[in-house]
């Protein structure tokens, strides 16, 4: 049974750091990609990572570059969000995805085909 649960969310300062899991299940061949995408009030939903399952790939969109990195252990099933150096507008409710498109398609369209609840960050002062 597909299923994605996030966790690690809180509260930070600015430029503090914070690292998000999601347990999923196992990946099946129906999902080309998983990633990371966080959904702010009054903003569109924005990807922060994607990995190509079978290559083991990440992308990053411009605004996660350099700060943001998702690894994966996969005994554990679990796909981790390390966030360094976060700002305000890092702020939003974190969720991790299976999509069925690759990671360039993704990226540009945020489009997922199953998320999971999410997590809370917040990034004040």
């Known amino acids: 049974q597909l299923s994605l649960v996030e966790s690690g969310g809180e509260r930070v300062h600015p430029g503090g750091s914070l690292r998000l899991s999601c347990r999923h299940s196992?990946?099946?061949?129906?999902?080309?990609?998983i990633g990371w995408f966080r959904q702010a009030p009054g903003k569109e939903r924005e990807a922060v990572s994607c990995?190509?399952?079978?290559?083991?790939?990440?992308f990053y969109p411009d605004s996660a570059k350099g700060r943001f990195s998702s690894t994966e252990d996969i005994p554990k099933d679990t796909m981790y969000l390390q966030m360094d150096n976060l700002a305000p507008e890092d702020t939003g409710v974190y969720y991790c995805?299976?999509?069925?498109?690759?990671?360039?398609?993704?990226?540009?369209?945020?489009?997922?085909?199953?998320w999971g609840r999410g997590t809370q960050v917040t990034v004040a002062s």
């Open positions: 990995t190509e399952i079978s290559q083991g790939h990440t």
């Open positions: 995805g299976f999509s069925k498109f690759e990671c360039s398609e993704v990226l540009r369209t945020n489009e997922y085909a199953f």
């Open positions: 196992q990946f099946t061949i129906d999902y080309y990609s």
